[in-house]
């Protein structure tokens, strides 16, 4: 009786500790000129506006996208792996600008405040997924350019994975502030 007690005990012990480690997220990585789009092939840098990289559970290396929405769809598709580990996109509060989002002012998507439906396309022409750290920036770059303000739980799959009108959303031009940075 005693040792059954010592062994439940021991058991209870070891899944009270396996339940409380926590595998790490994996941290952001900086965006290089070597940073392909995965459904495009195309330079990531060579493009406007906001980018996003997934993270793999084992895979070392990030998987990026031109267009934040793409990110979202890869998310919802279901021919697409379902092991994300992690999905950073670019913080457009921080960004220099529309042209220059940054290669560096990650944050998590799942904090991020989305602006959909805006008059502003993406880097790839189509209507974007706008991200920003805090709902205020977002608010106010819906207030300029249209849109509605969501989390990424809420971007309906219509949204990114049907189909696209690309004249629908303009690009953003040099000198145009509409809510971002200058």
Known sequence: MKRTLITLFALGLLTACQQEVEIAKPAAVGLTPEAAGHYCQMTVLEHEGPKAQI???GNPNPIWFTQVRDAVAFTLSPEEPKDVAAIYVNDMEQA???AQPGTDNWIEAEMAWFVIGSTISGGMG????????????ALQFAEVNGGNVVRLKDIPETYVLGSVELSAAAPMTEGEHHGVRQ
């Open 55 to 57: 993270h793999l559970t």
């Open 126 to 137: 189509a209507p974007e997924t706008i991200p920003f750290g805090s709902e205020s920036g």
């Open 96 to 98: 220099e600008t529309w």
